[in-house]
């Protein structure tokens, strides 16, 4: 059971580098015009708050959940 927590926890660490990748490449990519819209400002905010959670989850599963 200790080996699929690793492999989980580092499973979900690399695809949060994936995503932190992408939300980064989306940031370049938008400009400062779209960071006046609200909308845009509040999704943006909510998108890196769940990379953030999904960094703590996988620190969780590789600590194996203590």
Same mark, same amino acid.
């Not at 708050?49 to 620190?59: K, L, Y």
């Given at each position: 059971? /200790?080996?699929? $927590?690793? #492999?989980?926890?580092?499973?979900? #660490?690399?695809?949060?580098? !994936?995503? !932190?990748?992408?939300?980064?490449?989306?940031?370049?990519? !938008?400009?400062?015009?779209?960071?006046? $819209?609200?909308?845009? &400002?509040?999704?943006?905010?909510? !998108? &890196?708050?769940?990379?953030?959670?999904?960094?703590?989850?996988?620190?969780?599963? #590789? /600590? /194996?959940? /203590?």
């Amino acid at each position: 059971m /200790r080996m699929v $927590n690793i #492999l989980s926890g580092i499973a979900v #660490l690399l695809t949060t580098l !994936a995503y !932190a990748h992408l939300l980064h490449h989306y940031y370049l990519g !938008a400009g400062s015009e779209p960071f006046q $819209n609200p909308v845009f &400002v509040v999704g943006f905010s909510f !998108a &890196v708050g769940v990379g953030i959670f999904s960094f703590i989850g996988g620190a969780i599963l #590789l /600590r /194996r959940g /203590r």
